[in-house]
């Protein structure tokens, strides 16, 4: 009876001896295809994928492979992992996601690829804003029109601050050109250009107060 408790301890710590260096191995490959996807190790990269690794890796801030990838502007690694099925809208910690980060940087080839991809419109950054309206405030021209023109986007949702696409292409732009041809591309897509902020000021009324002659005649 004894021996037969022995073995049975024996049996039970060798079980989880196994399952810790089974745990540790996999911690340990999880890290080393984060660095390669960091380090753009393309070929390395998808050799694991081909033998089965996780394109859903995430490292310690729950950034998804894809999301890294975005944020290292490499769209031959994107295209790599969306191939293999990596989330384009899985979100990080900040509620960052590969197609809102994509977005927000003005990186309209993802962008393409994400939308081609399954890219949601209900999902939103930590402003409770979507990929437009960070590219309207950033000037990124290429981005918004793909955007603005892709059927079904919510052109005129509003953020956690009260501020469409076209509210912050005003108040937190400079009303040069480039933010005259963004504002141009809103209202051509079909932008509600009377939906004010939480003051009720419109984005003519901000664009007067501010100056900006050439988005007046836009809007008027």
């Not at 890219?119 to 990929?131: H, K």
């Not at 141009?184 to 009324?205: E, F, H």
Request: proline share 2%.
């Amino acid at each position: 009876m004894k021996l037969l408790f022995i073995l049975i301890i024996f049996n039970l710590l060798s079980t989880c001896h196994q399952a810790n260096n089974s745990y540790q191995n996999n911690h340990n490959m999880q890290k080393e295809i984060i660095e390669l996807v960091k380090n753009n190790k393309i070929d390395e990269v998808r050799i694991a994928l081909e033998k089965g690794f996780d394109p859903n890796t995430k490292d310690k801030n729950k950034r998804n492979l894809l999301l890294l990838a975005t944020i290292n502007r490499s769209e031959a690694m994107a295209a790599l992992l969306v191939t293999h099925g990596a989330d384009v809208n899985m979100q990080a910690d900040n509620l960052d996601s590969p197609f809102l980060y994509a977005g927000a940087t003005g990186q309209t080839n993802l962008v393409k690829l994400f939308l081609e991809n399954g890219a949601r419109f209900d999902v939103f950054n930590r402003y409770n804003g979507s990929a437009l309206i960070p590219a309207c405030e950033r000037g990124h021209i290429e981005t918004v029109k793909l955007l603005v023109n892709t059927k079904g986007y919510p052109i005129d949702h509003i953020n956690r601050l009260g501020w469409t696409a076209l509210l912050e292409a005003i108040i937190l732009a400079d009303g040069s050109k480039k933010y005259q041809t963004i504002v141009q591309i809103l209202k051509d897509g079909g932008a509600n250009i009377n939906i004010a902020d939480n003051d009720g000021v419109t984005p003519l009324q901000h664009a007067k107060n501010r100056g900006f002659k050439e988005i007046v005649k836009i809007l008027e």
